[in-house]
């Protein structure tokens, strides 16, 4: 017998196999080559005995894998199988007011790589621009007064915001 080369997977034993021509069956978009019991997104480089759903956070845009790819830094894979929005790259960019994060993150500072989800920044916390990892507090003098937010408020005359955060005193 020959192992499944790398990409492929072999998911019957013997003589009845996938592909005719040579038994083996290249692993499809979304999903990487891998042993039937694995699910962290690491395949086999050979032997492979089925194709597995890229954990959330990872993706695959392309067929014939034995890796998933963690979401780069400002982007998010939200679920298993790389089947995001944009399909060329299986991720997609955090939108100005939210960071690339861990579903349920709720601090403002998210995940370089491997991010599941976009969190909206927190009250006293920013986001101007797309594609962040991490939400900027606002500055002394400045607030914001609710969550998700692309800009920080001065505080009106008569009140002030001495640490930069939730909300003018």
């Given at each position: 017998c020959t192992a499944a080369q790398g990409g492929y997977y072999a998911s019957i034993g013997g003589a009845a196999a996938n592909s005719a021509a040579t038994g083996e069956t290249q692993a499809v978009a979304?999903?990487?080559a891998c042993r039937a019991s694995d699910s962290d997104g690491t395949g086999e480089a050979t032997g492979a005995d089925d194709q597995c759903d890229c954990p959330v956070g990872m993706y695959s845009?392309?067929?014939?894998l034995t890796v998933c790819t963690a979401?780069?830094?400002?982007y998010y894979?939200?679920?298993n199988?790389?089947?995001a929005a944009l399909a060329a790259t299986g991720e997609t960019q955090a939108v100005a007011g939210k960071y690339a994060c861990r579903k349920n993150d709720n601090d403002g500072t998210g995940e370089a790589t491997g991010a599941d989800d976009e969190c909206?920044?927190?009250a006293g916390r920013y986001s101007a621009t797309a594609g962040v990892t991490e939400c900027t507090a606002c500055a002394?003098?400045?607030?914001?007064s609710s969550a998700?937010?692309?800009?920080?408020?001065?505080?009106?005359?008569?009140?002030y915001a001495s640490i930069g955060g939730a909300a003018a005193n």
């Open positions: 979304g999903k990487y845009a392309s067929a014939g979401a780069q830094a400002g894979a939200s679920i199988g790389g089947e909206d920044c927190p002394v003098g400045t607030y914001t998700g937010l692309t800009e920080c408020t001065a505080a009106q005359g008569g009140y």
